[in-house]
Structures are given as C-alpha cells and as structure tokens.
C-alpha cells in the first residue's frame, strides 16, 4: 500500500479533523490555487520550520481555511496551543501522526554541520542536545538559530563564547581536548584490491596541529585529496611524513596501513 493511501486510511480510520477525505493525486497538486510545496514558517525565536505540502497529499479542504488560512505566515500558534490541538497539533497528536510534544527534529532542524574555513565542517546534534536542554537555552542568544550564522574561534569558545558556553570541561567535555568528538573521526579510504587504509585522525590530531595538514596537505573534505602510493613515495599526502624518518615509511611495512 502506498505511503498515502496508509496515511489516508488511518485518518479515515481514527476520525478526521475536517468533512470528507477524498485522494488527491500527487501529480495533480502541482500549482493547484498557487499552492507551493515547501512553505517556511518563520517563528521569532526557533528559527524557520519547513511544511512540505507533498508529505501531506490530503484534500485541500482537510486543513483550508478550517485549520489554515491560505496564506504563508498568517497562522501563527505557540507549542502549547498545539498541544491543545491547533495548527499542526489537530493531528499531530499521537493519534493521527507523531506528537508534537516529541520528536521535535521531525519538525526543527535536525543535525547540523558548522563551516569553517580552515578545518571542515564540525558536526553539532540537535536530538542529543534537546534530550537536555530546551531551546531557549541556545536560541536566540547564544546562537541566532540560522546555520552558519554565529562564527567563534577556539580561542573564542575556550573563554566561553560558543559551544563553550557548556563545553568547558565541567558541565561537558571541554573545547580544549577531545577535538574528534565535534570534528571529523578516523576516515576510511575504501580499496578492496589493495586492502582498506583507515587513517587514524585522533592519533594524528594527538601529535599536530589542525594546521600542519589542514588546508594545504588535504583538503579537509573525505576523497578530495586522491594520491598514488608513487605521490607518496615523492613526499605528497601520507608521505610528506611517512618518510621513513619522521614516521614510519611508505614504502616499508604496506600492513601498517593497509588491511591486508
Ligand atoms: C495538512 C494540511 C494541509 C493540506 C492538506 C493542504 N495545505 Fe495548504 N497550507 C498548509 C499550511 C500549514 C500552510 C502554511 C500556513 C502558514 O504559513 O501560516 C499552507 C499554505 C497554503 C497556501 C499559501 C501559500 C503561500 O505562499 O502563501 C496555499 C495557496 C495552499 N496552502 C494551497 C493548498 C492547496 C491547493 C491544497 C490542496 C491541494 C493544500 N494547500 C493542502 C497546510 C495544508
Ligand atoms: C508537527 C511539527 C512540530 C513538532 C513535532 C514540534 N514543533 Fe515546535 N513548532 C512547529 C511549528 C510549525 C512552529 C511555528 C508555529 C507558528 O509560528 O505558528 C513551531 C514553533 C515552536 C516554537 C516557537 C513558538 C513557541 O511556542 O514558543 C518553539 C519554542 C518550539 N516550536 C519548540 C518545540 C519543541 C521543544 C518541540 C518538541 C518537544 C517541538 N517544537 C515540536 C512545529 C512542530
Ligand atoms: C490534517 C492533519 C495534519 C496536519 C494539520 C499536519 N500534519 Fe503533518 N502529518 C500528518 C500525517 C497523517 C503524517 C504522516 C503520519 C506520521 O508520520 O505520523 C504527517 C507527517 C508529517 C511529517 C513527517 C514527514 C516525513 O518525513 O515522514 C512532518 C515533518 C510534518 N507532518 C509536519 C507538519 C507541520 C509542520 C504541520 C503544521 C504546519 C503539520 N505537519 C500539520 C497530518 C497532518
Ligand atoms: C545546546 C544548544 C542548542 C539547543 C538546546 C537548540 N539549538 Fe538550535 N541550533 C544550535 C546551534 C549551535 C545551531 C547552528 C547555528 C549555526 O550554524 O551558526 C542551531 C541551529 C538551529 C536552526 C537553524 C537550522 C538551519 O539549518 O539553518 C534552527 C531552526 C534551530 N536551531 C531550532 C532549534 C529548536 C526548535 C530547538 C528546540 C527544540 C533548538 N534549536 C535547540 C544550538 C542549539
Ligand atoms: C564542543 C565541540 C568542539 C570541540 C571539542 C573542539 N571544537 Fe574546534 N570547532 C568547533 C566548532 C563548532 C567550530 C566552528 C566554529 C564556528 O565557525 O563558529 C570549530 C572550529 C575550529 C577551528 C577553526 C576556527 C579556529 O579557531 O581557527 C579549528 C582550527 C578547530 N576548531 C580546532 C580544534 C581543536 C584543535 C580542538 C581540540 C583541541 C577542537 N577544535 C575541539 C567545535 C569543537
Ligand atoms: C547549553 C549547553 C551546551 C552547549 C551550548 C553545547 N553543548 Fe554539546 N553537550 C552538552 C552536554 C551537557 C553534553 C553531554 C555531556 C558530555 O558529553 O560531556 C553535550 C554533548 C555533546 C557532544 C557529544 C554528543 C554525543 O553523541 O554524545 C557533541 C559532539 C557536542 N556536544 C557538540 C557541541 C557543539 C559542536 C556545540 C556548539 C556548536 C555544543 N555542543 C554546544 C552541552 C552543550
Ligand atoms: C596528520 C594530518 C592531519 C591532521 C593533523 C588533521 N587532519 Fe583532518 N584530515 C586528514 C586527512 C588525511 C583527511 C582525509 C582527507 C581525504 O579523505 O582526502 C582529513 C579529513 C578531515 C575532515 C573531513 C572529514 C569528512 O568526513 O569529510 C575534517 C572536517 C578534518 N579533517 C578536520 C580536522 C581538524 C579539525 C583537525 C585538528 C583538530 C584535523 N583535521 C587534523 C589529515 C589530518
Ligand atoms: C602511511 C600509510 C601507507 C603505507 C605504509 C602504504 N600505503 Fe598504500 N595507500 C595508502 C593510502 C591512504 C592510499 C589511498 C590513497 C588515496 O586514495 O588517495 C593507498 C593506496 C594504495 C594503492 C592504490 C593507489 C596506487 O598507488 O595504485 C596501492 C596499490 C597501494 N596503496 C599499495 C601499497 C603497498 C604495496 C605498500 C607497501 C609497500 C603501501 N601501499 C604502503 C596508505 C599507505
Ligand atoms: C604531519 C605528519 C603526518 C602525516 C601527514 C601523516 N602521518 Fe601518519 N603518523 C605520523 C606520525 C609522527 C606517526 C607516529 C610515528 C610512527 O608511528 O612512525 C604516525 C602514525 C600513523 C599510523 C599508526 C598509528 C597508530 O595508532 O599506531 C598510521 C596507521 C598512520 N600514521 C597512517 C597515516 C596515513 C594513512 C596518512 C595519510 C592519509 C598519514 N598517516 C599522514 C605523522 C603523519
């Protein structure tokens, strides 16, 4: 049974909020009465929240005007009054389709990825966050809750500012140490012929600076920086180190690396 036929059935089946349900083709509601698919809800103080008319293909007049008015922006409800079955609360109840009083990443933003310009991209988790903290812990003041958008050093985050609010090595673990456990892990250089090479980040990171191979080494995006075992052998990527001297050499013991 398709995806929407079971999310009509089961509206059928537990009573919906407005008259009568009737199918409407997926196909059939592009453009329908200057509908858009993706519509942002801004709110004041969480950011945007995005409602995707395609993931809920029901008649028009299952949520217009009884629910909705036509118009982006114009419905505006707390959390609480949802949970006393406004806007999206009519269904999203824990009857008709998941709570609003959980879940809150289905709706919000989940996981987030952080650009700097040196080092990537460091990863922060909404959903671990939330099991603890309500939102206006972080927004608005800590973090303007739009990505990319509330830029801090380490140094900066060391003093308190950022993620450093909490991650100071008392209320969580400290910006100072642990580097791998917000920014990039071990990374695996798949090669079923040659045996997989995993290279190790953390140990690396224990020995240098993000610096000393970021960005000028490699790029610090997975694959964008392909190398030859010759490259290496001429001091490029893995080699530039792996020497013999400084470090174990590439030409010498391949199990080192590789998975043979
Ligand atoms: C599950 C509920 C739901 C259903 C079903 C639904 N809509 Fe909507 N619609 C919304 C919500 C939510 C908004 C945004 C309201 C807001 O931003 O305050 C919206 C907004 C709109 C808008 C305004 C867009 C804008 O840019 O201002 C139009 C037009 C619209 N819907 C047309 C339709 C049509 C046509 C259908 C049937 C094919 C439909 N809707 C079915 C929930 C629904
Ligand atoms: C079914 C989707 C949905 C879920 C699940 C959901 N929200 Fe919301 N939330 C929204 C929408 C839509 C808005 C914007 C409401 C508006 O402006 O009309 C909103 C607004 C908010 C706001 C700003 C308005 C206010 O009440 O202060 C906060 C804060 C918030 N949500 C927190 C949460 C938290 C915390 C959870 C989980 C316990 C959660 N939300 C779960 C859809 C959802
Ligand atoms: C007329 C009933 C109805 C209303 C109103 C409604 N929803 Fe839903 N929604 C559903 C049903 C049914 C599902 C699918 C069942 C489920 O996932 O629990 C769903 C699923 C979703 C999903 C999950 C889609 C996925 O990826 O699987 C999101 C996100 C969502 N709704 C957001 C919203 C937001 C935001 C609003 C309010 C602006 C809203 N819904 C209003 C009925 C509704
Ligand atoms: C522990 C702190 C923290 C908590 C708690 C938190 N957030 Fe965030 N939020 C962040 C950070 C950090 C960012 C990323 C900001 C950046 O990229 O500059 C963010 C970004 C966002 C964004 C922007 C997403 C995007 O892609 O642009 C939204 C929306 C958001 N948060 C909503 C929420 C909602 C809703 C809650 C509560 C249910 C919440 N946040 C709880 C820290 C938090
Ligand atoms: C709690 C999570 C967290 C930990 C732990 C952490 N970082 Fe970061 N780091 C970030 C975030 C988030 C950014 C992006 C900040 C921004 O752009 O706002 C960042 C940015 C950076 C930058 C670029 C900005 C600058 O200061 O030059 C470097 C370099 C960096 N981190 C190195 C490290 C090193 C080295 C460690 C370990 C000693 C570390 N980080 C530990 C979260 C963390
Ligand atoms: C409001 C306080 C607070 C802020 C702000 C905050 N964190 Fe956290 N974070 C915590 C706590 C508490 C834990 C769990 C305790 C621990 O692991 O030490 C945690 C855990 C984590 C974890 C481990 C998650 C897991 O899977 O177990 C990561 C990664 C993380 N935070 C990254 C970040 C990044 C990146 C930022 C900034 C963008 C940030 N945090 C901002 C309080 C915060
Ligand atoms: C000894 C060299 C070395 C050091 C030191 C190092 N990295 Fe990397 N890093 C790499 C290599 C090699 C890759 C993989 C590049 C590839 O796949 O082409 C990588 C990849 C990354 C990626 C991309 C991960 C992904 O999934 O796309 C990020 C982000 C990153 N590093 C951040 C850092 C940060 C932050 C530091 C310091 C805390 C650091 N690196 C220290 C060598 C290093
Ligand atoms: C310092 C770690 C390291 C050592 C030691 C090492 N390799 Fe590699 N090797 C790699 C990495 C990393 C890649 C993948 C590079 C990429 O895809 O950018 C690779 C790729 C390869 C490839 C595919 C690319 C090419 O050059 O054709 C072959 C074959 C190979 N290694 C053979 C060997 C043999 C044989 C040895 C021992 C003489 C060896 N390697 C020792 C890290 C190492
Ligand atoms: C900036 C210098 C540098 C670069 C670049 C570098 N390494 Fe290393 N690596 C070292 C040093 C130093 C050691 C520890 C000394 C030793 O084992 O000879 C080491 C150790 C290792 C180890 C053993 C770690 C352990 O836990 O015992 C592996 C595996 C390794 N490197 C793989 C790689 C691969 C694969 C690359 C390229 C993708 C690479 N390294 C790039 C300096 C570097």
């Known amino acids: 049974m398709s995806r929407r036929w079971f ?6 089946l537990i009573g919906s909020p407005a008259p009568v349900l009737h199918a409407v083709g ?20 969480v950011g945007t929240v995005v409602f995707s008319h395609s993931l809920h293909a029901l008649k028009c007049n299952v949520c217009h005007p009884s629910i909705f008015k036509k118009k982006n922006n114009s419905n ?14 009519a269904c999203h109840n824990g009857r008709q389709a998941f709570n609003v ?9 989940g996981d987030i990825a952080i650009k700097t310009k040196t080092v990537g991209k460091a990863m922060f988790s909404h959903e671990v966050h939330i099991d603890m903290y309500g939102c206006e812990d972080c927004h608005p003041d800590l973090f303007k809750p739009r990505n990319n958008s509330n830029h801090a050093t380490m140094d ?3 003093e308190g500012a950022s993620c450093g609010a909490c991650h100071d090595g008392d209320s969580a673990f400290g910006v100072t140490g642990d580097c791998a456990t917000c920014h990039a892990g071990d990374i695996l250089y798949k090669d079923e012929d040659n045996g997989n090479v995993v290279f190790p980040h953390t140990a690396h990171i224990d020995m240098f600076g993000c610096d000393e191979c970021h960005p000028d080494l490699f790029k610090p995006k997975r694959g964008a920086n392909r190398a030859s075992m010759e ?3 001429n001091g490029e990527s893995c080699g530039a180190c792996h020497d013999g001297d400084s470090a174990f050499g590439v030409a010498e013991d391949c199990e080192s690396c590789h998975d043979m």
């Open 7 to 12: 999310l009509i059935l089961i509206l059928l």
């Open 76 to 89: 505006h409800v707390t959390m609480e009054l949802m949970e006393q079955g406004r806007s999206c609360g």
């Open 101 to 109: 009083t959980g879940d809150c990443v289905t709706c919000h933003a």
């Open 26 to 45: 997926m196909s059939g509601m592009g453009g329908v009465g200057g509908m858009v698919d993706k519509l942002s809800i801004q709110t004041k103080s």
């Open 156 to 158: 900066a985050m060391a």
């Open 231 to 233: 490259d290496m052998e």
